[in-house]
Nanobody, 115 residues
Framework: QVQLEESGGGLVQAGGSLRLSCAASGIIFVIYDMGWYRQAPGKQRELVAAITTGGTTDYADSVKDRFIISRDNAKNTVYLQMNSLKPEDTAVYYC?????????WGQGTQVTVSS
């Protein structure tokens, strides 16, 4: 059974930092491209950051230079370091694992940034 379990969300003041973690089980983690998405109330889910099996990263323009995605294949875990948080970063953050036709999602973790 595939599980992607997010943790690390919470309430933080603007300008603060949070680190999200996503622990994967039931998949061969090292062969999956991993990503973080977010969905704010009334908005579509959007890609925040992604990291390939080879370590290549990509970011939404809105988070470039503030967020860092990384992965630890030995721990089957992907991270999202979020710095200089803004109220508009408030959303539910979802972990995603993708390989060919296999597309898995976590249940999400809430991030709330107060002004």
């Amino acid at each position: 059974q595939v599980q992607l379990e997010e943790s690390g969300g919470g309430l933080v003041q603007a300008g603060g930092s949070l680190r999200l973690s996503c622990a994967a089980s039931g998949i061969i983690f090292v062969i999956y491209d991993m990503g973080w998405y977010r969905q704010a109330p009334g908005k579509q889910r959007e890609l925040v950051a992604a990291i390939t099996t080879g370590g290549t990263t990509d970011y939404a323009d809105s988070v470039k230079d503030r967020f860092i995605i990384s992965r630890d294949n030995a721990k089957n875990t992907v991270y999202l370091q979020m710095n200089s948080l803004k109220p508009e970063d408030t959303a539910v953050y979802y972990c995603n694992g993708l390989r060919r036709w296999n597309n898995y999602w976590g249940q999400g973790t809430q991030v709330t940034v107060s002004s």
